[in-house]
Protein backbone atom coordinates (compact mmCIF):
# COMPACT_ATOMS: atom_id res chain seq x y z
CA UNK A 1 0.00 0.00 0.00
CA UNK A 2 1.25 3.65 -0.80
CA UNK A 3 1.50 6.61 1.41
CA UNK A 4 -1.14 8.54 2.20
CA UNK A 5 -2.07 10.99 -0.67
CA UNK A 6 -2.29 14.46 1.78
CA UNK A 7 -3.15 16.27 -1.28
CA UNK A 8 -6.10 14.42 -2.09
CA UNK A 9 -7.02 14.42 2.08
CA UNK A 10 -7.12 18.05 1.42
CA UNK A 11 -8.66 18.42 -1.33
CA UNK A 12 -11.99 16.36 0.20
CA UNK A 13 -11.56 18.68 3.18
CA UNK A 14 -11.81 21.65 1.56
CA UNK A 15 -14.71 21.21 -0.40
CA UNK A 16 -16.23 20.11 2.65
CA UNK A 17 -15.04 23.07 4.64
CA UNK A 18 -16.83 25.16 1.34
CA UNK A 19 -19.86 23.38 1.91
CA UNK A 20 -20.21 24.14 5.15
CA UNK A 21 -18.89 27.78 4.32
CA UNK A 22 -22.10 27.83 2.49
CA UNK A 23 -24.46 26.95 4.46
CA UNK A 24 -23.49 29.35 6.86
CA UNK A 25 -24.96 32.55 4.82
CA UNK A 26 -28.65 31.14 5.49
CA UNK A 27 -27.99 32.20 8.88
CA UNK A 28 -27.38 35.88 7.89
CA UNK A 29 -31.27 36.64 6.57
CA UNK A 30 -32.50 34.93 9.48
CA UNK A 31 -30.35 37.61 11.94
CA UNK A 32 -31.85 40.18 9.60
CA UNK A 33 -35.63 39.39 9.38
CA UNK A 34 -35.35 39.02 13.76
CA UNK A 35 -33.29 42.01 14.25
CA UNK A 36 -30.31 40.24 15.48
CA UNK A 37 -26.41 41.86 16.14
CA UNK A 38 -24.99 38.69 14.82
CA UNK A 39 -24.59 39.34 11.35
CA UNK A 40 -20.92 40.77 11.18
CA UNK A 41 -20.20 37.02 13.19
CA UNK A 42 -21.48 35.22 11.11
CA UNK A 43 -19.67 36.91 8.30
CA UNK A 44 -16.81 36.73 10.20
CA UNK A 45 -17.13 33.01 10.95
CA UNK A 46 -18.40 32.91 6.63
CA UNK A 47 -15.04 34.48 5.74
CA UNK A 48 -12.69 31.86 7.85
CA UNK A 49 -14.33 29.01 6.80
CA UNK A 50 -14.61 29.77 2.98
CA UNK A 51 -10.53 31.35 3.16
CA UNK A 52 -9.35 28.00 5.01
CA UNK A 53 -11.60 26.16 2.34
CA UNK A 54 -10.42 27.90 -0.63
CA UNK A 55 -6.76 28.27 0.04
CA UNK A 56 -7.00 24.14 1.00
CA UNK A 57 -8.63 23.93 -2.30
CA UNK A 58 -5.78 25.97 -4.11
CA UNK A 59 -3.01 23.94 -2.59
CA UNK A 60 -4.79 20.54 -3.88
CA UNK A 61 -6.51 18.82 -6.95
CA UNK A 62 -9.67 17.41 -7.72
CA UNK A 63 -8.51 13.86 -8.53
CA UNK A 64 -6.64 12.05 -11.37
CA UNK A 65 -4.45 9.91 -9.38
CA UNK A 66 -4.93 6.51 -7.69
CA UNK A 67 -6.46 6.74 -4.48
CA UNK A 68 -5.98 4.07 -1.41
CA UNK A 69 -8.32 3.18 1.44
CA UNK A 70 -5.45 4.90 3.40
CA UNK A 71 -6.61 8.06 1.55
CA UNK A 72 -10.43 7.34 1.77
CA UNK A 73 -10.37 6.79 5.93
CA UNK A 74 -7.90 9.80 6.48
CA UNK A 75 -9.84 12.02 4.21
CA UNK A 76 -13.57 11.29 5.63
CA UNK A 77 -12.48 11.39 9.60
CA UNK A 78 -10.15 14.77 9.16
CA UNK A 79 -13.08 16.19 6.79
CA UNK A 80 -15.68 15.48 9.75
CA UNK A 81 -13.03 17.06 12.66
CA UNK A 82 -12.63 20.13 10.82
CA UNK A 83 -15.56 21.00 9.55
CA UNK A 84 -17.12 19.80 13.15
CA UNK A 85 -14.19 22.37 14.70
CA UNK A 86 -15.17 24.91 12.32
CA UNK A 87 -18.96 24.80 12.91
CA UNK A 88 -17.75 25.79 16.71
CA UNK A 89 -16.87 29.39 15.15
CA UNK A 90 -20.17 31.17 14.83
CA UNK A 91 -21.16 29.83 18.65
CA UNK A 92 -17.47 31.13 20.15
CA UNK A 93 -16.92 34.85 18.26
CA UNK A 94 -20.74 35.24 19.12
CA UNK A 95 -20.57 35.21 23.10
CA UNK A 96 -23.27 32.44 22.84
CA UNK A 97 -21.09 30.03 23.92
CA UNK A 98 -17.94 31.64 25.59
CA UNK A 99 -16.24 28.36 26.56
CA UNK A 100 -14.45 27.04 23.10
CA UNK A 101 -14.55 23.61 24.06
CA UNK A 102 -18.09 23.80 25.07
CA UNK A 103 -18.79 25.09 21.70
CA UNK A 104 -17.13 22.68 19.85
CA UNK A 105 -18.66 19.64 21.74
CA UNK A 106 -22.15 21.87 20.86
CA UNK A 107 -21.22 21.71 17.11
CA UNK A 108 -19.66 18.14 16.98
CA UNK A 109 -23.38 17.11 18.59
CA UNK A 110 -24.75 19.16 15.85
CA UNK A 111 -23.16 17.49 12.73
CA UNK A 112 -22.95 14.01 14.20
CA UNK A 113 -26.70 14.30 15.15
CA UNK A 114 -26.30 13.61 18.65
CA UNK A 115 -28.78 15.83 20.33
CA UNK A 116 -26.53 16.25 23.66
CA UNK A 117 -26.35 19.75 24.71
CA UNK A 118 -24.47 21.63 26.93
CA UNK A 119 -27.23 25.24 27.08
CA UNK A 120 -28.73 25.75 29.89
CA UNK A 121 -31.27 28.27 28.28
CA UNK A 122 -31.66 27.41 24.55
CA UNK A 123 -34.55 29.93 24.03
CA UNK A 124 -32.16 33.30 24.92
CA UNK A 125 -30.33 32.04 22.06
CA UNK A 126 -30.12 34.45 19.06
CA UNK A 127 -32.60 32.61 16.23
CA UNK A 128 -29.55 33.16 14.00
CA UNK A 129 -27.71 30.32 15.65
CA UNK A 130 -30.05 28.43 16.98
CA UNK A 131 -30.70 27.74 12.60
CA UNK A 132 -27.02 26.99 12.37
CA UNK A 133 -27.30 24.71 15.11
CA UNK A 134 -30.47 23.02 13.29
CA UNK A 135 -28.39 23.21 10.00
CA UNK A 136 -25.42 21.55 11.39
CA UNK A 137 -27.81 18.88 12.01
CA UNK A 138 -29.31 18.52 8.64
CA UNK A 139 -26.01 18.89 7.40
CA UNK A 140 -24.86 15.50 8.95
CA UNK A 141 -27.90 13.58 8.49
CA UNK A 142 -26.98 12.29 5.47
CA UNK A 143 -23.54 13.66 5.61
CA UNK A 144 -20.94 15.82 4.66
CA UNK A 145 -18.82 13.43 2.75
CA UNK A 146 -22.33 12.36 0.67
CA UNK A 147 -23.21 15.91 -0.09
CA UNK A 148 -19.54 16.24 -1.60
CA UNK A 149 -20.18 13.47 -3.98
CA UNK A 150 -24.10 14.54 -4.77
CA UNK A 151 -22.98 18.28 -5.72
CA UNK A 152 -19.24 17.74 -7.29
CA UNK A 153 -19.61 14.66 -10.34
CA UNK A 154 -16.45 15.46 -11.53
CA UNK A 155 -14.80 14.28 -8.19
CA UNK A 156 -14.87 11.03 -9.30
CA UNK A 157 -12.07 9.15 -6.80
CA UNK A 158 -13.38 6.91 -4.07
CA UNK A 159 -16.60 7.71 -3.80
CA UNK A 160 -18.35 4.51 -2.82
CA UNK A 161 -15.98 3.43 -0.66
CA UNK A 162 -16.14 7.52 0.92
CA UNK A 163 -19.63 6.93 1.48
CA UNK A 164 -18.68 3.57 3.96
CA UNK A 165 -15.88 5.02 5.38
CA UNK A 166 -18.51 8.23 6.46
CA UNK A 167 -20.73 5.22 7.97
CA UNK A 168 -23.28 6.13 5.57
CA UNK A 169 -23.59 2.33 5.24
CA UNK A 170 -26.14 2.79 1.96
CA UNK A 171 -26.30 -0.74 -0.11
CA UNK A 172 -26.13 0.92 -3.45
CA UNK A 173 -25.94 -2.36 -4.80
CA UNK A 174 -30.01 -2.00 -5.11
CA UNK A 175 -30.11 1.32 -7.06
CA UNK A 176 -28.51 0.79 -10.32
CA UNK A 177 -26.44 3.82 -10.94
CA UNK A 178 -23.01 5.64 -10.37
CA UNK A 179 -22.12 6.56 -6.70
CA UNK A 180 -22.72 10.33 -7.77
CA UNK A 181 -26.48 9.59 -8.78
CA UNK A 182 -27.01 7.19 -6.10
CA UNK A 183 -25.93 10.68 -3.39
CA UNK A 184 -28.34 12.88 -5.52
CA UNK A 185 -31.13 10.76 -5.42
CA UNK A 186 -30.67 9.95 -1.48
CA UNK A 187 -30.27 13.43 -0.95
CA UNK A 188 -33.20 13.92 -2.94
CA UNK A 189 -34.97 11.78 -1.01
CA UNK A 190 -33.93 13.45 2.60
CA UNK A 191 -34.57 17.13 0.95
CA UNK A 192 -38.61 15.58 0.26
CA UNK A 193 -39.14 14.17 3.60
CA UNK A 194 -37.68 17.62 5.28
CA UNK A 195 -40.28 19.81 3.38
CA UNK A 196 -43.28 17.37 3.76
CA UNK A 197 -42.35 17.38 7.65
CA UNK A 198 -41.94 21.35 7.45
CA UNK A 199 -45.56 21.75 6.00
CA UNK A 200 -47.05 18.89 8.05
CA UNK A 201 -46.06 20.95 11.19
CA UNK A 202 -46.96 24.54 9.68
CA UNK A 203 -50.29 23.01 9.13
CA UNK A 204 -50.43 21.32 13.14
CA UNK A 205 -49.95 24.86 14.27
CA UNK A 206 -45.87 24.99 14.33
CA UNK A 207 -44.79 28.86 13.30
CA UNK A 208 -42.04 28.45 10.39
CA UNK A 209 -39.03 28.57 12.18
CA UNK A 210 -39.71 26.46 14.95
CA UNK A 211 -41.29 23.92 12.03
CA UNK A 212 -38.07 23.98 9.79
CA UNK A 213 -35.62 23.58 12.50
CA UNK A 214 -37.82 20.64 13.82
CA UNK A 215 -38.40 19.21 10.52
CA UNK A 216 -33.83 19.43 9.68
CA UNK A 217 -33.46 17.80 13.60
CA UNK A 218 -36.17 15.12 12.89
CA UNK A 219 -35.26 14.01 9.67
CA UNK A 220 -31.39 14.11 10.66
CA UNK A 221 -32.22 12.54 13.94
CA UNK A 222 -31.01 14.94 15.37
CA UNK A 223 -32.88 16.33 18.23
CA UNK A 224 -31.84 19.64 18.91
CA UNK A 225 -35.44 21.64 19.71
CA UNK A 226 -35.76 25.52 19.65
CA UNK A 227 -37.11 25.11 22.84
CA UNK A 228 -35.85 24.58 26.19
CA UNK A 229 -38.93 21.78 26.93
CA UNK A 230 -38.25 20.23 23.85
CA UNK A 231 -41.45 18.73 22.99
CA UNK A 232 -43.29 18.14 26.10
CA UNK A 233 -45.38 21.06 25.52
CA UNK A 234 -45.53 20.26 22.27
CA UNK A 235 -49.55 19.47 20.56
CA UNK A 236 -50.63 16.06 20.04
CA UNK A 237 -51.02 16.43 16.89
CA UNK A 238 -47.58 17.83 16.58
CA UNK A 239 -46.26 14.81 18.47
CA UNK A 240 -47.90 12.46 16.35
CA UNK A 241 -46.28 14.19 13.01
CA UNK A 242 -42.64 13.96 14.65
CA UNK A 243 -43.40 10.30 15.37
CA UNK A 244 -43.71 9.70 12.19
CA UNK A 245 -40.84 11.38 11.07
CA UNK A 246 -38.91 9.82 13.28
CA UNK A 247 -39.64 6.58 12.08
CA UNK A 248 -39.26 7.44 8.49
CA UNK A 249 -36.22 8.66 9.03
CA UNK A 250 -35.06 5.52 10.94
CA UNK A 251 -35.84 3.55 7.88
CA UNK A 252 -33.09 2.98 5.43
CA UNK A 253 -33.39 5.30 2.93
CA UNK A 254 -32.99 3.12 0.01
CA UNK A 255 -36.50 2.00 0.85
CA UNK A 256 -37.78 5.47 0.76
CA UNK A 257 -36.31 5.60 -2.78
CA UNK A 258 -37.83 2.31 -3.76
CA UNK A 259 -41.07 3.15 -2.30
CA UNK A 260 -41.48 6.37 -4.16
CA UNK A 261 -40.66 4.24 -7.42
CA UNK A 262 -43.50 1.69 -6.43
CA UNK A 263 -41.51 -1.24 -5.49
CA UNK A 264 -43.41 -1.64 -2.32
CA UNK A 265 -43.20 -5.35 -2.13
CA UNK A 266 -39.80 -5.22 -2.06
CA UNK A 267 -39.81 -2.68 0.67
CA UNK A 268 -42.03 -4.43 2.66
CA UNK A 269 -39.96 -7.78 2.45
CA UNK A 270 -37.22 -6.38 3.77
CA UNK A 271 -36.08 -8.01 7.54
CA UNK A 272 -34.48 -5.14 8.99
CA UNK A 273 -38.05 -3.13 8.16
CA UNK A 274 -40.03 -5.32 9.68
CA UNK A 275 -37.63 -6.43 12.75
CA UNK A 276 -37.82 -2.59 13.34
CA UNK A 277 -41.18 -1.25 13.02
CA UNK A 278 -42.13 -4.58 15.44
CA UNK A 279 -39.71 -3.50 18.22
CA UNK A 280 -40.97 -0.01 17.86
CA UNK A 281 -44.82 -1.36 18.60
CA UNK A 282 -43.74 -4.15 20.81
CA UNK A 283 -41.36 -1.75 22.86
CA UNK A 284 -43.69 1.07 23.19
CA UNK A 285 -46.57 -0.95 24.05
CA UNK A 286 -44.93 -2.52 26.94
CA UNK A 287 -43.87 0.35 28.53
CA UNK A 288 -47.38 1.87 27.92
CA UNK A 289 -48.94 -0.95 30.03
CA UNK A 290 -46.59 -0.64 32.20
CA UNK A 291 -46.91 2.74 32.96
CA UNK A 292 -50.72 2.22 32.36
CA UNK A 293 -50.44 -0.35 35.22
CA UNK A 294 -48.59 2.08 37.81
CA UNK A 295 -50.27 5.27 37.16
CA UNK A 296 -54.33 4.47 35.36
CA UNK A 297 -55.81 7.39 33.60
CA UNK A 298 -56.40 7.94 30.04
CA UNK A 299 -54.41 5.46 27.91
CA UNK A 300 -53.53 7.49 25.01
CA UNK A 301 -51.55 10.27 26.04
CA UNK A 302 -49.62 7.12 28.08
CA UNK A 303 -48.93 5.66 24.55
CA UNK A 304 -47.71 8.44 22.74
CA UNK A 305 -45.41 9.38 25.13
CA UNK A 306 -44.58 6.14 25.23
CA UNK A 307 -44.41 5.38 21.27
CA UNK A 308 -42.62 8.97 20.82
CA UNK A 309 -39.73 8.20 23.41
CA UNK A 310 -39.16 4.97 22.12
CA UNK A 311 -39.04 6.37 18.14
CA UNK A 312 -37.08 8.94 19.43
CA UNK A 313 -34.35 6.80 21.04
CA UNK A 314 -34.55 3.88 18.71
CA UNK A 315 -33.40 6.14 16.01
CA UNK A 316 -31.56 8.32 18.10
CA UNK A 317 -33.34 11.60 17.39
CA UNK A 318 -33.80 12.31 21.16
CA UNK A 319 -36.26 14.64 21.44
CA UNK A 320 -37.91 14.90 24.42
CA UNK A 321 -42.06 14.26 24.82
CA UNK A 322 -41.70 13.76 28.82
CA UNK A 323 -39.32 12.77 31.76
CA UNK A 324 -38.69 9.13 31.55
CA UNK A 325 -36.36 9.07 34.61
CA UNK A 326 -40.02 9.17 36.48
CA UNK A 327 -41.10 5.77 34.44
CA UNK A 328 -41.33 2.72 36.07
CA UNK A 329 -37.44 1.00 36.22
CA UNK A 330 -39.07 -1.82 33.73
CA UNK A 331 -39.91 0.83 31.71
CA UNK A 332 -36.36 2.05 31.87
CA UNK A 333 -34.64 -0.86 31.08
CA UNK A 334 -36.48 -1.33 27.73
CA UNK A 335 -35.66 2.19 26.52
CA UNK A 336 -32.07 1.45 27.38
CA UNK A 337 -31.99 -1.71 25.59
CA UNK A 338 -34.03 0.12 22.36
CA UNK A 339 -31.34 2.56 23.38
CA UNK A 340 -29.15 0.03 22.25
CA UNK A 341 -30.19 -1.34 19.43
CA UNK A 342 -30.42 1.60 17.10
CA UNK A 343 -31.97 2.20 13.96
CA UNK A 344 -32.08 0.81 10.35
CA UNK A 345 -28.74 0.65 8.39
CA UNK A 346 -28.81 3.49 6.08
CA UNK A 347 -30.55 5.71 8.28
CA UNK A 348 -29.47 9.11 9.36
CA UNK A 349 -29.88 7.15 13.05
CA UNK A 350 -26.94 5.50 14.88
CA UNK A 351 -26.61 2.95 17.23
CA UNK A 352 -25.33 -0.69 16.76
CA UNK A 353 -28.14 -0.91 14.01
CA UNK A 354 -31.24 -3.22 13.23
CA UNK A 355 -29.71 -5.61 10.51
CA UNK A 356 -26.52 -6.29 12.73
CA UNK A 357 -28.78 -8.03 15.72
CA UNK A 358 -30.42 -9.82 13.28
CA UNK A 359 -27.31 -11.48 11.60
CA UNK A 360 -26.23 -12.36 15.55
CA UNK A 361 -29.43 -13.69 16.27
CA UNK A 362 -29.05 -15.80 13.35
CA UNK A 363 -25.51 -16.83 13.73
CA UNK A 364 -26.72 -17.67 17.24
CA UNK A 365 -28.83 -19.99 16.09
CA UNK A 366 -26.86 -21.20 13.17
CA UNK A 367 -24.33 -22.49 16.01
CA UNK A 368 -27.14 -24.53 18.30
CA UNK A 369 -28.19 -25.98 15.02
CA UNK A 370 -25.02 -26.67 14.63
CA UNK A 371 -24.23 -28.38 17.47
CA UNK A 372 -27.07 -31.08 17.27
CA UNK A 373 -26.51 -32.00 13.71
CA UNK A 374 -22.46 -31.15 13.54
CA UNK A 375 -22.38 -32.27 9.60
CA UNK A 376 -25.61 -30.45 8.59
CA UNK A 377 -25.05 -27.33 6.39
CA UNK A 378 -26.42 -24.00 7.88
CA UNK A 379 -26.34 -20.99 6.09
CA UNK A 380 -27.27 -17.80 7.22
CA UNK A 381 -29.66 -15.77 4.54
CA UNK A 382 -30.74 -12.11 4.95
CA UNK A 383 -33.14 -11.04 2.88
CA UNK A 384 -33.02 -14.39 1.43
CA UNK A 385 -29.63 -13.86 0.23
CA UNK A 386 -26.83 -15.90 1.82
CA UNK A 387 -24.14 -14.35 3.94
CA UNK A 388 -20.02 -14.85 3.73
CA UNK A 389 -18.60 -16.25 6.67
CA UNK A 390 -16.81 -12.62 6.27
CA UNK A 391 -19.88 -10.54 6.31
CA UNK A 392 -20.50 -12.34 9.50
CA UNK A 393 -17.43 -12.20 11.29
CA UNK A 394 -17.30 -8.46 10.28
CA UNK A 395 -20.56 -7.76 12.24
CA UNK A 396 -19.62 -9.92 14.86
CA UNK A 397 -16.47 -7.98 15.40
CA UNK A 398 -18.04 -4.55 14.97
CA UNK A 399 -20.07 -5.51 18.14
CA UNK A 400 -17.88 -6.66 19.99
CA UNK A 401 -15.58 -3.52 19.16
CA UNK A 402 -18.79 -1.20 20.11
CA UNK A 403 -19.12 -2.65 23.36
CA UNK A 404 -15.66 -2.39 23.95
CA UNK A 405 -15.90 0.66 23.42
CA UNK A 406 -18.94 2.15 25.71
CA UNK A 407 -16.65 -0.30 28.33
CA UNK A 408 -13.47 1.66 27.78
CA UNK A 409 -15.46 5.40 27.92
CA UNK A 410 -17.44 4.58 30.43
CA UNK A 411 -13.75 4.15 32.72
CA UNK A 412 -12.73 7.23 31.30
CA UNK A 413 -15.82 9.34 32.07
CA UNK A 414 -15.61 7.85 35.41
CA UNK A 415 -12.45 9.33 35.77
CA UNK A 416 -14.09 12.83 34.44
CA UNK A 417 -16.19 12.52 37.69
CA UNK A 418 -18.91 11.17 36.65
CA UNK A 419 -20.79 8.36 38.47
CA UNK A 420 -21.30 4.58 37.20
CA UNK A 421 -25.10 5.46 35.89
CA UNK A 422 -24.03 9.17 34.32
CA UNK A 423 -20.53 7.94 32.83
CA UNK A 424 -21.97 4.80 31.19
CA UNK A 425 -25.19 6.39 29.68
CA UNK A 426 -23.48 9.59 28.44
CA UNK A 427 -20.92 7.38 25.90
CA UNK A 428 -23.83 5.10 24.73
CA UNK A 429 -25.83 8.35 24.17
CA UNK A 430 -23.22 9.84 22.35
CA UNK A 431 -21.71 6.95 20.68
CA UNK A 432 -25.11 5.94 19.47
CA UNK A 433 -26.13 9.49 18.85
CA UNK A 434 -29.08 9.63 20.62
CA UNK A 435 -28.55 13.00 22.77
CA UNK A 436 -30.22 12.43 26.39
CA UNK A 437 -29.29 9.32 28.65
CA UNK A 438 -29.94 8.76 32.17
CA UNK A 439 -28.41 9.98 35.44
CA UNK A 440 -26.64 13.92 35.24
CA UNK A 441 -27.04 13.42 31.51
CA UNK A 442 -31.19 12.36 31.87
CA UNK A 443 -33.78 14.04 29.41
CA UNK A 444 -34.38 17.33 31.40
CA UNK A 445 -30.73 17.88 32.37
CA UNK A 446 -27.84 18.52 29.58
CA UNK A 447 -24.26 18.27 29.33
CA UNK A 448 -22.95 21.32 30.85
CA UNK A 449 -21.70 19.99 34.40
CA UNK A 450 -19.57 18.07 33.09
CA UNK A 451 -15.77 19.29 33.16
CA UNK A 452 -13.99 20.21 29.75
CA UNK A 453 -11.53 16.52 29.57
CA UNK A 454 -14.83 15.15 30.11
CA UNK A 455 -16.86 17.04 26.98
CA UNK A 456 -13.64 16.76 24.82
CA UNK A 457 -13.97 13.02 24.90
CA UNK A 458 -17.36 13.31 24.69
CA UNK A 459 -17.11 14.78 21.35
CA UNK A 460 -14.60 12.37 20.24
CA UNK A 461 -17.11 9.92 20.94
CA UNK A 462 -19.60 11.61 19.30
CA UNK A 463 -17.80 11.55 15.95
CA UNK A 464 -16.42 7.93 16.50
CA UNK A 465 -20.16 6.76 16.77
CA UNK A 466 -21.04 8.93 13.45
CA UNK A 467 -18.47 7.08 11.76
CA UNK A 468 -19.20 3.55 13.17
CA UNK A 469 -16.31 3.59 14.97
CA UNK A 470 -13.98 1.31 12.49
CA UNK A 471 -13.28 4.23 10.12
CA UNK A 472 -11.94 6.10 13.11
CA UNK A 473 -10.04 3.55 15.20
CA UNK A 474 -7.60 2.13 11.87
CA UNK A 475 -6.22 5.75 12.04
CA UNK A 476 -4.73 4.10 15.60
CA UNK A 477 -3.33 1.28 13.95
CA UNK A 478 0.49 1.81 13.87
CA UNK A 479 0.56 -0.43 9.77
CA UNK A 480 -1.50 2.69 8.81
CA UNK A 481 1.46 4.88 8.37
CA UNK A 482 3.79 2.15 7.00
CA UNK A 483 4.52 1.79 2.88
CA UNK A 484 3.95 -1.24 1.77
Known sequence: MNRVNMVHVMH???????????????????????????????????????????????????GGVTVSNKDVYLSVVLSWFFVCSFGAIPYYISGSIPNIVDAIFESVSGFTTTGSSILNDIEAMPKSLLFWRAETHWLGGMGIIVLVMAFLPYFKIGGHQMMMA???????????????????????????????????LKLAGMGWFDAICHSFATIATGGFSTKNSSLIDASPTIQYIIILFMVLSGMNFIMHYLFFHGKIKKVWCNEELRAYFLIIFVASLLIALTIFDNNRGDFEPIFRNSLFQVSSIITATGFISDDYLYWPLIAKFILLMVMLTGASVGSTGGGIKVARYLVFFKSARQRLRLMVRPNSIQVIRFNKVPLSEEIVSGVLGFMFIYFATILVGSLIMMLAGLDLISSTSSIVTTLGGIGPGFGAVGPVENFASINDFGKAYLSFNMILGRLEILSVLVLFVPSFYKQH
Open 12 to 62: VIALSLLFESCFLLFCIPIAIHYHENTVNELLISFAIVFVFGLVALLKSTK
Open 166 to 200: EGSYFNTDKIKARTVDVAKRLWFVYLILTVLETFA
